[in-house]
Nanobody
Framework: EVQLVESGGGFVQAGESLRLSCATS????????IGWYRQVPGKEREGISC???????WYRDSVKGRFTIGSDNAKKAVYLQMNSLKPEDTAVYYC??????????????????WGKGTLVNVSS
């Protein structure tokens, strides 16, 4: 059974940093693309970062240079380091995996498995 559990969200001011974690189980990192999505209430969910064996890493332009995706395969955990946060980064952030490639995340398509999300609130 695939399980994804996000943590690390919080309430911060613009310019500060957060590190999101996604504890995972039930699958092999070699077989899936792992993505981070975010969603503002009433808005469309968008993929913001992805990593896979084939694609390496991908970032949406709005977060490129500020966010970094990483993993610890031994711990079966995925991370999203978020620096220089902006108010427009405020959203619920989701960890997700898909049996496809990172284009699924790039194009904001539905992933195969999802965590429940963690809230990031950035005030100005």
């Amino acid at each position: 059974e695939v399980q994804l559990v996000e943590s690390g969200g919080g309430f911060v001011q613009a310019g500060e940093s957060l590190r999101l974690s996604c504890a995972t189980s039930g699958f092999s990192f070699d077989d899936y693309a792992i993505g981070w999505y975010r969603q503002v209430p009433g808005k469309e969910r968008e993929g913001i970062s992805c990593m896979s064996k084939e694609d390496n890493t991908w970032y949406r332009d709005s977060v490129k240079g500020r966010f970094t995706i990483g993993s610890d395969n031994a711990k079966k955990a995925v991370y999203l380091q978020m620096n220089s946060l902006k108010p427009e980064d405020t959203a619920v952030y989701y960890c997700a995996i898909t049996g496809g490639r990172c284009w699924v995340v790039r194009d904001s398509y539905d992933a195969q498995y999802w965590g429940k999300g963690t809230l990031v609130n950035v005030s100005s």
